[in-house]
T-cell receptor, first 109, second 115 residues
């Protein structure tokens, strides 16, 4: 079992839909990252959070430390949101970063 | 199938010295990426190779950083001369195809400490 699990692995949506991507982890962490990868491109950091909730534009990330779970929400989705979204966690007391396998999102017009 | 490997796992050098980091991608993966994570901060993209060509090097911080991928297999990232702010963990990732469905596989990282 991977230490960081994402669901779903693949997701398709119609433009305008509300999207949720989930990340669960099994290790103690100091922070969690949500990353976005566009086709063929490098990864861009969306959020880094260690508690609560963060919002940036149409993106919202939440984390529940007790439940070891985080969600990334996209409101009013748009085709340009199509990308791979990756969850990564900073392990406690180390600088080790563990990456999830990603969620592939396609938003159709 | 072997994963992405990086060498060394740790490097401690003095300011002004040179360090070379190496990344061996998964065999057959044309795409290779370098990222940097400064302690407590977000992950930053450095550059992207497609085979031996630099597809995107917009994230390289300055001309003290030089990345190469001769022959399109392993890649090196040289920092010369190193500065204190270069300390961090350098990650490498590789993927097979430059499409929406490709997955980037990450290496374990090289922790660089510049004193």
């Amino acid at each position: 079992k991977n230490e960081v699990e994402q669901s779903p692995q693949n997701l398709t949506a119609q433009e305008g839909e509300f999207i949720t991507i989930n990340c669960s982890y099994s290790v103690g962490i100091s922070a969690l990252h949500w990353l976005q990868q566009h086709p063929g491109g490098g990864i861009v950091s969306l959020f880094m959070l260690s508690s609560g909730k963060k919002k940036h534009g149409r993106l919202i990330a939440t984390i529940n430390i007790q439940e070891k779970h985080s969600s990334l929400h996209i409101t009013a989705s748009h085709p340009r949101d199509s990308a791979v979204y990756i969850c990564a966690v900073d392990m406690d007391n180390t600088d080790k970063l563990i990456f999830g396998t990603g969620t592939r999102l396609q938003v159709f017009p | 199938e072997a994963g992405v490997t990086q060498f060394p796992s740790h490097s401690v050098i003095e300011k002004g010295q040179t360090v070379t980091l190496r990344c061996d991608p998964i065999s057959g993966h044309d795409n290779l990426y370098w990222y940097r994570r400064v302690m407590g901060k977000e992950i930053k993209f450095l550059l992207h190779f497609v085979k031996e060509s630099k597809q995107d090097e917009s994230g390289m911080p300055n001309n003290r950083f030089l990345a190469e991928r001769t022959g399109g297999t392993y890649s090196t990232l040289k920092v010369q001369p190193a500065e204190l702010e270069d300390s961090g963990v350098y990650f490498c990732a590789s993927s097979r195809l430059a499409t929406l469905t490709d997955t980037q596989y990450f290496g374990p990282g090289t922790r660089l400490t510049v004193l």
